[in-house]
């Protein structure tokens, strides 16, 4: 039976089936292939408008989005939040109307504020694709990090990932952990417990607080980057702290196993919550996230699209 | 509407302060409750099949007069009032300016002489500007009519201030009304701090800021005698706390508003900012400990936290909503719906908590049906069902997350010192 995609937006990897996400993991591969060719351009989006609405900065989800598009051919508009009317007290829901006034076929949109892009696609008909909203959600990030976790150890299900930081505020783990459910994988959260409350454990995945217990059985060990604003919220004592007692170093990377991966979803700060020589080592996968990333956002973009189904 | 001598005929009349539920029939002559053969030519207006109660009491209202007209007014608001069956509000002190002055409580009596449709009862600020600062002029506020203090929306932090203020308040015997919660631990919260806001990443507000709060106010009606009422219980320590607090026999009370005792944090995956309100929804549990303390008697009151705002303020991210939803249309059906047809509370139970409750709190001596005392009544269908519907509503606002639930229960007639203000149906006038 053939799997159809009915969609209008993606919001959050929440919403989606496992069929939904496998389905958007194969599209990937075929896209990752375009971008290997000496052509890297395919006609699939030509016609459609796309509007790329940053409302909290962003340069590097941007620019991946903004590189998917030109390569399916779409035509593009960056609004970025300075030039925006939002400046100028404009609500968020008059702006993208407005925006969308001018037949947009699609919204990628990151808000710093959780749940905005899900409050903009109930009032607009545009697809909305998320590109972050505040701690909420990031879901094409989750779907790139599994995606490559899925080319490099040939399957998700089963797999023991562990993912390490400020599970507290991070929108790429909550992506991650329900997409890796999901499709079968045991998820463990590492870190201190004022950044990885012990809620978690109610939908299913291990909390740990001793980092060396979640490195054990991992294949897979997903660092996140520790904002330094945290530490003078009270979150811990000092960046310093928190790399001796929750960064992978050379001490702790000692209890992975040698073939484990160590992803980051950029970017990185170098000696806090990852050694450098580790995020340069051969276990490391990080730039191999970005590339992926790229073959993910074109497929998301084609099959939200619509052009999936025709 | 016109006052004039009548009789509500073959009505149940419940009417807690006295014990009394049984039909009978109750007179009215000049604005006050009178023998029914000693009221000269009445009309006779059939009640039957309908409850008669003493006028509900809220506590608890916003009516943002002056200061945001655009959400409420004290026209809209106390006639929202009539429409869900109370003759008396309580109009909460942050108006901008706050009503931290004798005059600000004037202005708020004059207009309320002038434009208001239900008694408004006015509520002081405990400290100047609801800053938290410095006490406001509590005496002045006092002679000026107020019938309670509170700094509303906000919370005296500092305790030494607190302590003085319960004491400085309880040499003039005024309650005070709190906002029980600790800044620190709330800050920066859109939601209550639970398996929700961790699924879906937004920052909570432990219930831990309630109960340290709650529990500090306990502790200085202890030290003072101070009466204390804590606003809009929501967490089920808080309600454990004024258990205990009551079997110690201190002047502490509670009251719980209908969207606690209706809705949970999980609503809020819909990211509707009508579910957004502080203190927030909180988890089941709390929910049924909140139910569980109305049945037990713990919490005596309910009140609406009746809180207007425009659509176009709610019709933004959730994160920049303001908090708040109205409830003085919605209380007495939703009320009736979940805790007297489910069989929680008993009819005479949950009308005391809109009557001798909230009396109690504010040391109102008839609220009753008894001959001699002033026509506040209010008439309900205590079976009728129907869907909620906001564009009903007489309030400005629409913020509510009510709209198209299922209730049984109406208002028919709502009476003022024997005026009737509100009646069901509506007609033209």
């Known amino acids: 039976m053939e799997f159809r995609w009915h969609r209008k937006d993606l919001l959050s990897l929440y919403d989606l089936s496992r069929e939904e996400i496998e389905y958007i993991l194969d599209t990937a591969e075929e896209f990752k292939k375009v971008s290997e060719r000496n052509v890297k351009k395919v006609p699939a989006l030509r016609g459609k408008t796309v509007v790329n609405f940053f409302v909290e900065p962003s340069t590097r989800t941007r620019i991946s989005f903004e590189l998917a598009e030109q390569r399916l051919s779409a035509d593009i508009i960056n609004v970025a939040v300075d030039a925006s009317s939002l400046k100028k007290g404009e609500t968020l829901l008059d702006t993208v109307r407005n925006i969308e006034a001018r037949q947009v076929d ?27 909203d505040g701690a909420h959600s990031h879901p094409t990030q989750a779907l790139l990090d599994i995606f490559t ?14 993912i390490v930081g400020d599970i507290l505020h991070s929108r790429v783990a909550r992506s991650n952990i329900w997409g890796l459910l999901k499709l079968g994988a045991r998820v463990t959260l590492a870190g201190p417990a004022t950044l990885v409350p012990r809620e978690f454990e109610k939908i299913g995945v291990r909390v740990c607080h001793n980092l060396r217990d979640a490195l054990r059985a991992a294949d897979v060990v997903n660092l996140l980057r520790i904002q330094h604003e945290r530490q003078t919220a009270g979150f811990f004592p000092s960046v310093n702290e928190y790399a001796r007692f929750f960064g992978l170093n050379q001490e702790t990377f000692q209890y992975l196993r040698p073939d484990a991966l160590v992803m980051h979803p950029g970017p990185i700060n170098r000696d806090v919550e990852l050694d450098s020589a580790v995020a340069d080592g051969p276990n490391s996968v990080i730039l191999e996230q970005v590339t992926n990333g790229l073959a993910v956002r074109m497929a998301v973009l084609f099959l939200v699209a619509g052009c999936g189904n025709k | 509407m016109n006052s004039s001598n009548f009789i509500l005929k073959g009505g149940r009349v419940i009417d807690p302060a006295r014990g009394i539920d049984r039909v009978m029939d109750i007179g009215v002559a000049d604005g006050i409750i009178t ?17 008669v109660t003493p006028g509900l009491i809220d506590l608890h209202v916003h009516l943002r007069q002056p200061g945001n007209t655009a959400a409420e007014t004290i026209a809209t608001g106390t006639m929202a009032a009539a ?17 931290d002055t ?14 208001g449709v239900v008694r408004v009862l006015p509520c002081g600020c405990l400290t100047r500007n609801r800053a938290g600062k410095e006490m406001a002029g509590i005496g002045g506020l006092h002679s000026a009519g107020v019938v309670a203090l509170s700094d509303d929306g906000g919370c005296i932090q500092d305790h030494a201030l607190m302590r003085h203020v319960a004491e400085y308040a309880h040499s003039f015997g005024l309650p005070i009304l709190d906002h029980c919660e600790d ?17 879906l990443g937004m920052n909570g507000i432990a219930s831990a800021s309630e109960e340290l709060m709650v529990a500090r106010d306990i502790i200085l009606s202890r030290l003072t005698g101070a009466r204390i009422h804590v606003q809009h219980v929501s967490a089920r320590e808080s309600v454990e706390l004024i258990r205990q607090a009551r079997r110690q026999g201190l002047p502490v009370t509670g009251e719980a508003t209908p969207h606690h005792i209706a809705l949970t944090d999980e609503c ?34 309910i009140a609406t936290d009746h809180a207007p705002h425009t659509a176009t303020a709610k019709l933004v991210e959730f994160d920049d909503a303001p908090f708040g939803i109205i409830g003085l249309e919605t209380a007495l059906p939703i009320t009736l719906t979940l805790l007297v047809h489910s069989g929680i509370l008993s009819l005479p139970d949950l009308i005391a908590k809109f009557t001798t409750g909230p009396a109690e709190v504010l040391g109102l001596d008839h609220c009753d049906l008894a001959e001699g005392h002033p026509a506040d009544i209010t008439v309900f269908d205590p ?12 309030s400005k606002a629409r913020n509510t997350p009510f709209g198209g639930m299922k209730v049984r229960g109406r208002v028919r007639r709502t009476i003022v010192g024997g005026r009737t203000v509100y009646r069901y149906p509506e007609q033209a006038s």
Not at chain 2, 102 to 115: D, K, S, V
Not at chain 2, 188 to 195: A, D, I, K, P, S
């Open chain 2, 102 to 115: 004798p005059g600000a409580i004037e202005y708020l009596r004059q207009t309320a002489a002038r434009q």
């Open chain 2, 183 to 199: 800044a620190f631990l709330a800050a920066n919260g859109v939601m209550h701090e639970g398996e929700w806001s961790v699924l």
């Open chain 2, 383 to 394: 079976d009728c069902a129907y869907e909620i519907d906001p564009s009903t509503f007489h």
């Open chain 1, 106 to 132: 699609l919204l990628v949109m990151r808000h710093r504020a959780t749940g905005a892009q899900n409050f903009i696609a109930q009032n607009v008909r545009c697809g909305v694709i998320n590109a972050g």
């Open chain 2, 83 to 99: 429409a869900g069956g109370f003759t008396a509000i309580v109009a909460m002190p942050n108006t901008t300016p706050a009503a």
């Open chain 2, 268 to 301: 809020i995956k819909t990211y509707d900012t009508n579910y957004k309100m502080n203190p927030p929804l909180r988890s089941e549990a709390d929910r049924q400990a909140l139910i569980a303390g109305l049945a037990d008697g713990t919490i005596t009151v």
């Open chain 1, 149 to 162: 976790i899925r080319q490099r150890k040939g399957r998700v299900a089963g797999l023991n990932v562990t």
């Open chain 2, 35 to 51: 023998a029914p053969e000693a009221v000269g030519n009445p009309e006779i207006i059939d009640v039957s099949g309908l409850v």
